[in-house]
């Protein structure tokens, strides 16, 4: 019997030490978003397996194309109602159905909307508009107005303060992309890419100076630079598929390929060599569009804090400084989304989930960590929190990401 228990708490024990490890990785899994406009609907799949989460995340949509990822919220370009709608990344509840509305007739395009920097940037109908990504407000309903785009605009992007627009006619190679002051619209090039070198771009994305596009009427991705225009592989994903939108996440692309009934699917390529990785990470979709990926983060805990836990702090001390840094998909980033902090008492008199209210400081606001360059940060206030050990979660997009411990003597 001895030897039964002693066989048993060692499993128990090992199984524990393997979720405390879990828990301290604090890695959140990747994920594609992914309209399907044909159905009206969002589908919610796993970027390592491309195993399903949620077919219908979010349904009842008008022709949904464009969509954006930002703090946890989708932002959907609906093109039939010509309407911006905001949802529960992780739930798919309906935060705001009609978050911008009036952006007028809209193409039915893969890559109509972008955010950066709280803003949300708009295909208003012929133009470019910026918007509140809270309210809704217009912050400039004709940034870059009709005149100074290249043609019809298939698709758009934003990165270090500049605003990418692919455009040009319908079923040619005259498409151009060009790049705007993402704040006042001025026009830095509006040629970076010329003409009879994409076609009919309907999907950019930028990553580490790399321009992608997916250009649907020859099936390819292609890949430029995106501060000169060079052209680095014309054909960086060859032929053969019918690419629409295009995300980059972890050093992979994924793509969307519009086919209708249940032949749409989204592959996945490396996006330094064009290999494929998986041609049908996602199959049985009807006419996927528009692609949104959320990044795998990975926080990590910084002092004054100690990593293993040790750390010891008078509880007359007045605050414990919580910081952590991140990493999306194993690189590290100072592209931070909004992250809130949860507290457990591990140790102590009453154990379990400790109240907001007990270690508000007047330096934070809410559970929501402060965003100081490259790294987060939140004061706990000790004074009301008494002895114990006490575990603090740092969660991004609801999922936590990282943990530290610590305690109050």
């Known amino acids: ?69 930002f703090g946890g919220h989708l932002f959907v370009l609906n093109s039939g109602s010509g309407t911006i709608g905001e949802y529960d990344a992780t739930t798919g509840a309906t935060i705001n159905s009609s978050l911008i509305s009036n952006l007028g007739s809209n193409f039915l395009i893969g890559g109509g909307i972008a955010v950066s920097g709280g803003h949300l940037f708009v295909l208003n109908g012929i133009s470019i508009g910026v918007f509140d990504a809270s309210t809704g407000a217009t912050v400039n309903a004709n940034l870059v107005p009709p005149e100074a785009l290249p043609g019809d605009v298939f698709s758009i992007a934003v990165s270090g303060g500049h605003l990418f627009v692919a455009g040009g006619s319908y079923g040619s190679n005259s498409a151009t992309i060009g790049v705007y002051d993402a704040t006042t619209g001025a026009t830095i090039n509006a040629s970076l890419v010329g003409e009879f070198v994409l076609s009919n771009p309907f999907g950019i994305a930028i990553s580490g100076g790399h321009l992608f596009v997916a250009n649907l009427y020859d099936g390819t991705v292609g890949e430029y630079d995106a501060t000169t225009g060079a052209t680095i592989n014309s054909s960086l994903v060859p032929g053969d598929i019918a690419p629409v939108g295009i995300a980059v996440s972890g050093g992979n692309l994924f793509v969307t390929n519009y086919f209708g009934g249940t032949s749409g699917f989204i592959g996945e390529y490396n ?53 952590f840094t991140v990493t999306a998909s194993g690189a590290a980033t100072c592209q931070l989304p909004p992250a809130t902090i949860s507290l457990i008492r591990t140790a102590g008199t009453v154990l379990g989930a400790v109240d907001e209210s007990t270690y508000l400081s007047q330096a934070d606001n809410g559970s929501t960590f402060r965003i100081e360059g490259c790294q987060y940060g939140y004061n ?27 305690s109050l003597k």
């Open 1 to 69: 019997m001895k030897t039964k228990q002693t066989t048993i708490r060692t499993l128990w024990n090992s199984f524990l030490i393997m979720f405390l490890g879990s828990l301290l990785a604090g890695q959140a899994q990747g994920q594609i978003f992914v309209t399907t406009p044909g159905s009206g609907t969002i589908g919610k799949y796993d970027t390592t397996s491309g195993a399903t989460i949620n077919a219908s995340l979010v349904s009842g949509l008008n022709r949904p194309s464009g969509i954006a990822l």
């Open 271 to 323: 996006a330094t060599t064009g290999a494929t990785i998986n041609a049908s990470l996602v199959s049985g979709l009807n006419g996927p569009f528009g692609i949104a990926v959320g990044e795998s983060y990975s926080a990590q805990l910084q002092q004054p804090v100690n990593p293993d836990g040790s750390s010891v702090f008078s509880v007359k001390r007045g605050v414990v400084p919580v910081k």
């Open 380 to 406: 706990l206030a000790t004074s009301s929190l008494g002895t114990g050990t006490y575990k603090a979660n740092i969660s991004i997009g609801g999922v936590v990401v990282g943990s530290g411990t610590f």
